[in-house]
Nanobody, 127 residues
């Protein structure tokens, strides 16, 4: 079965960096859309970064220039490098895979039965 396991979260001061990882299994990792979402307390889940099967990337305006999504198809692992972190980046971060799409991933609604989620990893940024 499809499994997504995030790691790398933690507490950091503003201006610091973290790298999140997501180990995927149970499907052909390289073929499909992958993404990072986040959800802060009392707020809706929002898409942070998306990566197509061909490696094309798209970012939310709030993280553009600070975050970088990447993947290692040989290791079936998705990454999110987060630099210049701000207190407003504090949230639970989730890895997601959409096994129904491979391109233009940022246009997907990410609500279909083909979407799978990890359990999340907490990121806390203090000022």
């Amino acid at each position: 079965q499809v499994q997504l396991v995030e790691s790398g979260g933690g507490s950091v001061q503003a201006g610091g960096s973290l790298r999140l990882s997501c180990a995927a299994s149970g499907y052909t990792f390289s073929h499909y859309c992958m993404a990072w979402f986040r959800q802060a307390p009392g707020q809706e889940r929002e898409g942070v970064a998306y990566i197509d099967s061909d490696g094309s990337t798209t970012y939310a305006d709030s993280v553009k220039g600070r975050f970088a999504i990447s993947k290692d198809n040989a290791k079936d692992t998705l990454y999110l490098q987060m630099n210049s972190l701000k207190p407003e980046d504090t949230a639970m971060y989730y890895c997601a895979a959409d096994l129904g799409k491979s391109s233009r991933c940022h246009e997907r609604l990410w609500i279909f039965s083909t979407v799978f989620w990890g359990q999340g990893t907490q990121v806390a940024v203090s000022s």
